[in-house]
């Protein structure tokens, strides 16, 4: 016999959970009205919808995610002493959020950007958040740059369109923008799908294992469904044919149990070799050459699972780098350290003072800190003490537990650019990428995107500053790039 009751869809009640009368009718005099101010079903409808937003994230605003588990493929132990890496095939739950990065909410996944790569590990210590990109680099080396670029490429104040013309003259005008624009022009900067493009933590950090010892790192999430990518012309026409094409291919494929993998690699540099390293490792806008470093394989990434609510679980997902867990700490990269303070602003500003407690951000392990109250805190520790020291039995923090990963500083307080190593410069990466990465159609792909990008709205002058960028990453590019834009230098 079946039970009728089990079938039957839930009442519908108002959110104080107190049953309604009807789904479609509200309270009026008479079947033609006026409306009663006392349907409060109604009204609190109404006052709700009008407040289903947050703000977007100011940058990343489009964005999918899902969930999975990292589990750990090789002992890790002698570089760091994060519990959560302590032992080969242990697994930690994950949230992971693809995203582009100047367009709204609402834009396409396929156009020229990077894309982000934000990773959630719930470990036993507190959450560990890795904000990075599908690019080793970035566009600039100090964060007080970071807003400007940004607004270069975001809509201007008088159209309100996005501009080639500020984000030529903001790139050709900051050298240090090079390696990564060349990246970002060739066929990488228009990903095939969020499956098939790697994962880079881009910034070095800091591991520290049980001896004290520490090293340099950096991560890479190597995609294991190999790279792909669209033309510039496939990625267009795409925008156009369905501008949620990651996010509807990133869902569809793990409903279809087709699980994305990621390999995680680490490169790895003893603490005492910064120093005199040929390029800054702190640099943002360079990579560590792997016949220096070579990439170790360590670990691997799989999602397995969609979230059952979007608003929920990714437009409320809140990552900040500045969530390490002991064993992982920052480095001297003025980009990173600038990213500590600017992320759990936003999320103050964005979703609200308690946004950790939500339940996609709130740790596994348990919370004991200090901080109290504020709009909308449910959870709490009863009447533990709420300042320390105390004599009450409140939590006692632990040097032990949690040491503070650390370098050597001195020096004059003094506004200035990194102390350049023996082989920094601008370009000597990006014409290494050109000369010996990329393959002939990748180079020719790369002309024609530069040149096609260049040619939209762009001013001559600003065109022909950022051609003598392009000679000084390869004399060979620049000339190309010149012929396909029928400029001539004097
Ligand atoms: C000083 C430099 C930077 C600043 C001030 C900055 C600031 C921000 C802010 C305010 C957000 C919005 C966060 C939110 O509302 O949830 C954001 C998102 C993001 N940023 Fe940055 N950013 C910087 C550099 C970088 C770099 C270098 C990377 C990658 C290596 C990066 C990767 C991301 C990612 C992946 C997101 C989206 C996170 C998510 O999916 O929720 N950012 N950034």
């Known amino acids: 016999m079946t039970d009728q009751n089990a ?37 609190q409808k109404m006052a709700q919808f009008n407040r289903e937003r947050v703000p977007e994230r100011v940058v990343h605003a489009k964005g999918s995610g899902a969930f999975g588990y990292f589990e750990v493929t090789a002992d890790v132990r002698q570089w760091t002493r994060a519990a ?13 959020r693809f ?13 020229r950007d990077p894309r982000g790569f934000a990773i959630k590990f719930y470990t036993e210590e507190g959450n560990y958040d890795l904000v990075g990109n599908n690019t080793p680099i970035f566009f600039v080396r100090d964060p007080s740059k970071f807003q400007d670029f940004i607004h270069s490429q975001k809509r201007m104040p008088d159209t309100d369109l996005r501009s080639h013309n500020a984000m030529w003259d903001f790139w050709s005008l900051s050298p240090e923008s090079i390696h990564q624009v060349t990246f970002l022009m060739t066929d990488r900067g228009t990903p095939r799908t969020y499956r098939h493009m790697n994962g880079y933590g881009s910034h070095t950090f800091l591991w520290l294992n049980e001896a004290g010892e520490q090293f340099w790192v950096k991560y890479h999430f190597k995609t294991e469904q190999g790279i792909e ?9 795409m925008t156009a044919e369905d501008p949620d094409y990651h996010r509807r291919d990133l869902y569809e494929a793990i409903r279809k149990k087709d699980y994305p993998v990621w ?20 640099d943002l806008t360079k990579v560590w050459p792997h016949a220096d470093y070579p990439p170790i394989p360590i670990g691997r990434l799989v999602l397995d699972r969609n979230p059952e609510n979007f608003f929920a679980q990714i437009e409320q997902a809140a990552f900040e780098p500045a969530n390490m867990v002991p064993g992982i700490g920052p480095s001297p990269d003025k980009m990173l350290l600038g990213r500590l303070f600017s992320y759990p602003d936003t999320h103050r500003y964005r979703i609200g003072t308690n946004y950790l407690q939500l339940p996609v951000n709130a740790p596994l392990a348990p919370v004991h800190s200090y901080n109290k109250d504020g709009a909308m805190r449910y959870r709490h520790n009863g009447h533990q003490p709420v300042y320390a020291p105390n004599s009450y039995g409140g939590p006692q923090a632990d040097a032990q537990r949690a040491p503070d990963p650390s370098w050597w500083v001195s020096g004059e307080i003094v506004r200035s650019a990194y102390t350049p190593h023996a082989e920094d410069n601008d370009f ?21 995107n530069i040149a096609g990008h260049m040619s939209q709205g ?33």
Do not use: C
């Not at 990518?229 to 026409?237: P, Q, V």
């Not at 390999?263 to 702190?282: D, G, S, T, V, W």
């Not at 050109?434 to 990748?442: A, Q």
């Open 99 to 111: 995203s582009t990065v100047a367009g709204e909410l609402g834009s396409a996944d396929t156009v």
């Open 263 to 282: 390999r995680l690699e680490m490169q790895i540099m003893p603490f005492a070799e910064a120093e005199r390293y040929r390029f800054n490792p702190f």
């Open 458 to 490: 762009v001013e001559r002058h600003i065109q022909e500053r950022a051609l003598k960028l392009w000679y000084q990453v390869d004399q060979e590019l620049g000339e190309r790039i010149a012929q396909a834009l029928g400029l001539v230098l004097s």
């Open 84 to 96: 959560f890496l302590n032992t080969v095939g242990k697994r930690t739950p994950v949230l992971v």
């Open 428 to 448: 000597v990466q990006a014409g290494n990428l050109y000369r010996h990465v990329l393959s002939e159609r990748d180079k020719a792909h790369l002309v024609s």
């Open 7 to 43: 079938k039957r869809p839930p009442v519908t009640t108002t959110d104080a959970g107190i049953p309604v009368a009807s789904d479609e009718y509200s309270l009026s005099v008479g079947a033609n009205g006026p409306l009663l101010l006392q349907d409060h079903y109604l009204i």
């Open 229 to 237: 990518n669209f033309t510039d012309s496939e990625a267009k026409a």
